[in-house]
Structure formats: structure tokens, C-alpha cells
């Protein structure tokens, strides 16, 4: 911009020169000595009023300060993790509206979730449905930079309440591609190890940590009582005490809870809140369907279903959730007695308990019928965190209306969300909210990979071995010239690993890294044997080629939940076929992988060996591998009835009419330490 100028005489200046040179303009002559004595005076006046208006500014500013002094950062008690967890809890939930105390209860799907929804619903959870991922086959670093982008929003919010992400982690982190994938339950609990299980926690937590994942939906410590439910691989046993051994799974997930403890546990940033589910009888419904009516006095529930559970809270264990089921036809969602009276009070619960998904729209029938009242009848009775998961501004408004109009109280709110930040804080979610890169390597690392195989090992059942005592099969000769692999399960990752793997149903194929049962063969006989593979036995292959012994694989496809309610337990994939075909032309084991026992006895009679392998996981073939050869002992046990005939369904150990074709607790071994022999020489003795 062009200065603004000004005309004295015949000179152009700028406006806003020295004080000097104003008089000389202004006087239109030189300066004398005498004008020169004034302007000096004039201009040293002029500066000491200057002075003394800034020293008079800089001593007001000063008491001003004293009086005034800056605005600093407000203190927030809940903020400071010296402070005992209860007054943190105390504090947060003073300073919390309505909206942030509701948006506490609400848990979301990840696929709805965003930085905006976080905002402006103050939403408290996420989770990941069976396969909801951030990309299909994402490494641990995607998955851990999207749960960081959830969390980075809810830090942002004006409390910076940390979210808990959940996940099904139920037999590792199964959702995760490239993770170790343990047995499933039912094979773990045919181990009796609990210790073993508590490993498997451990490693599974290590895995969760590493993706940002700090909260896992496990333990199933449903006893299951009928097979034909869909969820019979999820429960350790059909006796109550196998499964109140195996909340071991809770120390191994959290930490183990210090003597005396009292109330929910994490022990520190490696640990994840777990989950005991579902609460309760799930395990006893009519003709083991899934979310059916359990139908037995107060007493078998407590005696039967209700054991776990108190060992599971005296554990320290951060939440509970409710089951689909319901208990002489009150929905245990809706339940209050239950859910309230028994397990808050009773049991003394202190964490918080979740429902399951959509779990409160199946409170009506049909479902969702009258969400209304769904959400009025979950809350009312305990509910404290809805697993919505997509209509959460449906549940928001709902029960935001209800709190309002006085239909829901607020001292129901508070108790829910003071055990929700109960739990956020003694797991340390305030001070360690995000995911952990240096834990990035455990995922499916050399250790957790052999620990499952140690647990491949352990839960194998060996059921029968030779059609004679005299004519063992097992162990398997190493050194043999060819043999023969068959059955739809023999070379397939997918269907040795079954539901809650990768999907929620789960999936055929190589579908994460592992080792196939055919591939621990290969590794495991002698470099001059030939093994020969083929999915389908045709007539073909067994024309002039002399095997020595087959292994025949088959079992169940995946399945998860209602998917696979089955009323006839046959084994399906033409594995009868298999079996059949196979086994009259040349000794054979049978390897059978199923989520519980399957009808077996008209095809008995063929096999040389049967070996129950359950749903092994993705180190199947180098734990089946040592055992059929002889590297381990078989040391697994029946933890559950394998019945004759499913028309005697439901039968357990312990009822009047018990009559299977192996009982409970039955379990072979193939004699590596002699016993084997002095067995022989009595068989042999006794026919003399």
C-alpha cells in the first residue's frame, strides 16, 4: 500500500516522522539552539509520561495477576490412577449426563462404528461379530490400527472415557487370520488339565492385546447336557465339576485374582476382561435346541448350571453374559430374579453383565415385535451393556425416553454404568487404551503353536484299538512301505478347526496357516515311506497298491450357534462311505472330528481303531500325528456320555437309565509304559 503523504512546502514527507523533524516542517525554518533546548525538552517529556504510563500498566497487570490468577487445567479425580478405583468411578459418574451414561451402556458392530457416532452418542463399546474384520485376511498391524481409530475418537470426547472393544475370542483369537486356533471346548475338557487351559488363556490374551482388543467373550461354561445342541463344542463337559475346573481359562484370560479379592480382576495391559457365558442352563434346553426353554426346578439349575459361575466371580471375573435361553419360560434376558437377585446379590457380581447379540429383541416373539418393551424388560432386569449392535439410536432413544418419563430409574442407570467404568479402570483402560505394537510378534508365534499341539495331544480320545485285545493297531508303524490318507477332513485346515474360526460359521479350506492332519503324516514316518492320498476312496485305488494301514478322517462341516442344532448326530460328508469303503479292504484308524459324539455304533464294527479328535485347531496334524505314532501316549478322557442311539437323548452320567456305548470318564491308552502287555498275558493267561 502507497504511504499516506503530506505537503509542507515544497518537500514531500511521510506522515509519523521524528519529533524533530515535525518542528522543522511545522516552523518552516532552520533549527536554532534555542528551538533545538525545547524539542529535546519536549521530546525527554514526552518519554518519561511514555514511562511512566507503562510502569503504572505493568504494576496494575501485576495485581491483577495476583487477584486474577491464570485459568489452569481443571483436576479430575478419575484421571489420576493413584486414586483408589471406586472414587474414580465416583467421580467420573458425577461429572457424566444423561446421554454419556447411556452411550457407557451401548455396544455397537464395528461395520456401523465411526468417529462421528463415537461423538455424539458417547458410545462405551464395539465389537466384532464372528468375521467382522477391517478387511478380509487383515494382519494384525489393520487390526490394531482400526481399533486405535475407535479409541482415538472416544479419547477425544469431553471425559475421554476409553472404549472396550470385544471379541469372540473362544478358542484363541479366532477371528484373526494367522492366530494360534486351540481345541475347541469339548476337546479341552476331555484333557483334564486345567493348568493347560490357563496357558491357553494366557496365550489367547497376548494375541487379543496385540490388536488392540482388550475384552473377550469367553469362557463358555455352558454344561452341556444334550449333544444336539448347536453349541455343545463350547461347553467343556456335561459334569458340572469338569467345568467349574476349566474356569482356569478366566485366570489365563485376566491374571489370577490376589487372595481375598472382591470384585472383577485384569491384572495388567498384556490381560483382557473375560466373559463367562451364558448365564444360565443354556447347556440344558428341550432337545438341546439352541436359545430353547430350559425346563428344571431352581435346584438342578443351581446344582447342574449355576456351579461355574461362582467360581468365575470369586476369580474376579469382569463380565457375565446372559443367555438366549430361558429358564421354565421367563427369557433370561428378561429375567430379574436371575440376573439381579442370584447373580448381582447373591453371587455378589461386581462387574457388569452384557447381553448377548440382539439379545434383547428375542425377549418378544416374533423378535423385535415390541422393542420398547425389550429394552424396558433387559434393563429392568440387570442388563447393564446391550450388545445392540446396529440399532443403536433406536436403543439410545428408547431408553433415553424411559429414564425421562421415570419408567427406568436413574439409580438402574447409575448401578449399570458405575460397574461398566468399574471395570474400564481396574484394567487400567484410562492409562492404556490403545493397541500394543510390541506384541504384534505373538500372534501365532512358535510358542502358542505348540502349546495348542501339546493341547491336540492331550485331548485325543482313543475309543477302541484293534477288533481284538490281541490285535492292536495303534501305535502306527512309521516305517511302513505305503499307506493310505482318505476323508473329507484329512487335508482341509478349515474343517479341523469348525465354527468361530475366521467366520462365524466357520469355513472349508485353507483358510488361515496351520498344519493338516495329512501334512503331520507326511512329517512323521520315515523318509522311505510313501503315503498316498485321496479325499474320496474310489475302487480304483486300492487295486495292487498293498497298503499297509489307512487313516480315514472325516467328521462334522463348520458350524456355529443354531446352525448346528442337529436331531440325528450321523457323521455327514459321506464319511460313512469313506469308512465303510475303506476299512473292509485294509486296516484302518478313524480319526473323527466332531463338536460332540456322533452315531457311530452300526459302523464299529469295520474300524481297526477310532480315535475321537474333536474340533483340534489349526495344529492338528503334529498333535494327532504324535500320538498315532507313538511319540505320546493317548491320555484324553470322555467328558461327556457317547450314547448308542440319539433316541436316548438326553442321557448323562448319573441318570437311572444309563446304558452308552462308551461312558463317561472312558478313555483307552496304547500301553507305551508295558501296562499294555500285563493286559495281554492276562487275556492270554485266562484263556489257557
Known amino acids: 500500500m502507497r504511504s499516506s503523504l503530506t505537503k509542507p512546502g515544497n518537500k514531500y514527507t511521510k506522515k509519523g516522522n521524528s519529533l524533530t523533524q515535525q518542528l522543522r516542517n511545522s516552523l518552516g525554518r532552520p533549527l536554532t539552539v534555542k528551538f533545538l533546548t525545547r524539542a529535546f525538552a519536549m521530546a525527554l517529556t514526552a518519554n518519561v509520561l511514555l514511562a511512566m ?19 489452569r487445567k481443571t483436576y479430575r479425580l478419575y484421571q489420576d490412577m493413584g486414586q483408589p478405583v471406586e472414587e474414580r468411578v465416583k467421580d467420573l459418574l458425577s461429572r457424566m449426563t444423561l ?45 490394531g490400527n482400526m481399533t486405535n481409530y475407535f479409541q482415538k475418537a472416544a479419547m477425544n470426547t469431553r471425559l475421554a472415557i476409553p472404549l472396550i472393544y470385544g471379541i469372540d475370542a473362544v478358542h484363541g483369537n479366532n477371528n484373526i487370520y494367522g492366530a494360534t486356533i486351540f481345541p475347541h471346548n469339548v476337546g479341552l475338557g476331555c484333557t483334564r488339565d486345567p493348568e493347560l487351559v490357563e496357558r491357553i488363556g494366557s496365550a489367547t490374551a497376548l494375541e487379543c492385546r496385540a490388536t488392540g482388543i482388550q475384552y473377550a467373550f469367553a469362557p463358555c461354561i455352558a454344561v452341556c447336557r444334550d449333544p444336539r445342541w448347536g453349541r455343545c463344542y463350547e461347553s467343556y463337559s456335561e459334569d458340572p465339576e469338569i467345568v467349574r475346573d476349566m474356569t482356569s481359562l478366566i ?12 470384585g472383577p480382576y485384569v491384572e495388567d495391559s498384556d490381560k483382557v476382561a473375560a466373559c463367562a457365558k451364558h448365564f444360565v442352563g443354556d447347556g440344558g434346553t428341550t432337545r438341546g435346541l439352541n436359545g430353547n426353554n430350559t425346563q428344571v426346578s431352581y435346584r438342578e439349575l443351581v446344582n447342574i448350571h449355576m456351579k461355574a459361575y461362582k467360581d468365575a466371580v470369586r476369580k474376579g471375573v469382569a463380565t ?48 423385535g415385535a415390541n422393542y420398547t418393551y425389550s429394552v424396558y424388560a433387559g434393563i429392568h432386569a440387570g442388563l447393564d451393556m446391550i450388545m445392540v449392535p446396529f440399532a443403536y439410536e433406536q436403543f439410545i432413544g428408547n431408553l433415553t425416553q424411559m429414564v425421562k418419563s421415570g419408567a427406568i430409574p436413574m439409580s438402574r442407570i447409575n448401578d449399570a454404568v458405575t460397574r461398566i467404568l468399574r471395570v474400564k479402570f481396574q484394567m487400567g483402560l484410562f492409562e492404556s487404551p490403545y493397541s500394543d505394537t510390541k506384541l504384534v510378534k505373538t500372534v501365532g508365534q512358535e510358542s502358542h503353536r505348540e502349546l495348542s499341539r501339546e493341547a491336540v495331544r492331550k485331548s485325543l480320545v482313543l475309543l477302541k484299538n484293534g477288533k481284538t485285545p490281541l490285535t492292536p493297531l495303534l501305535p502306527l508303524n512309521r516305517n511302513a512301505k505305503r499307506i493310505l490318507v482318505t476323508g473329507s477332513h484329512a487335508s482341509n485346515i478349515g474343517l479341523q478347526c469348525g465354527g468361530w474360526t475366521i467366520k462365524w460359521q466357520g469355513k472349508s479350506g485353507d483358510i488361515t496357516p496351520g498344519t493338516t492332519v495329512l501334512e503331520g503324516i507326511q512329517q512323521a514316518v520315515s523318509p ?32 456355529a450357534e443354531t446352525h448346528g442344532d442337529n436331531l440325528n448326530l450321523t457323521i455327514p460328508l459321506n464319511g460313512p462311505h469313506a469308512i465303510t469303503h475303506t476299512c473292509r479292504r485294509v486296516r484302518c484308524v478313524v480319526v473323527l472330528m466332531s463338536g460332540r459324539p456322533l452315531v457311530v455304533a452300526p459302523l464299529l464294527h469295520q474300524m481297526d481303531a477310532l480315535v475321537a479328535a474333536w474340533l483340534p485347531g489349526t495344529e492338528a496334524g503334529l498333535g494327532i500325528a504324535d500320538v498315532l505314532f507313538g511319540s505320546y501316549d493317548f491320555t484324553g478322557k470322555l467328558a461327556r456320555t457317547w450314547f448308542r442311539s440319539v433316541d436316548q437323548l438326553p442321557m448323562n452320567v448319573g441318570d437311572k437309565h444309563y446304558h452308552p456305548l462308551f461312558p463317561f470318564g472312558y478313555g483307552l491308552t496304547m500301553g507305551l509304559n508295558n501296562s499294555r502287555y500285563i493286559v495281554l498275558l492276562v487275556v492270554l493267561f485266562l484263556h489257557m
Do not use: C
Open 320 to 367: 457375565v453374559m446372559a443367555s438366549y435361553s430361558s429358564w421354565n419360560g421367563v427369557k433370561m434376558h428378561a429375567n430379574k430374579f436371575l440376573l439381579t437377585r442370584v447373580l448381582k446379590k447373591e453371587l455378589g457380581f461386581k462387574g457388569f453383565i452384557i447381553s448377548d447379540y440382539m439379545g434383547i429383541d428375542l425377549i418378544t416373539d416374533p423378535p
Open 99 to 143: 446421554a454419556e451414561k447411556i452411550g457407557q451402556m451401548t455396544q455397537t458392530e464395528r461395520s456401523v462404528t465411526n468417529h462421528t457416532n463415537i461423538r455424539d452418542f458417547g458410545i462405551g463399546s464395539i465389537l466384532s461379530g464372528g468375521g467382522s474384520g477391517p478387511v478380509e485376511n487383515a494382519t494384525v498391524l489393520q487390526w
Open 53 to 71: 504510563v507503562v510502569a503504572f500498566l505493568a504494576f496494575h497487570k501485576s495485581e491483577s495477576a495476583k487477584n486474577h490468577p491464570p485459568a
Open 251 to 262: 485366570d489365563g484370560l485376566q491374571g489370577r485374582a490376589p487372595a481375598g479379592w472382591d
Open 528 to 559: 522311505d515311506t510313501e503315503v498316498v492320498y485321496a479325499e474320496k476312496p474310489g475302487k480304483g485305488l486300492f487295486e495292487n497298491l498293498g497298503f499297509d494301514y489307512a487313516i480315514v478322517v472325516v467328521g462334522e462341516p463348520p458350524y
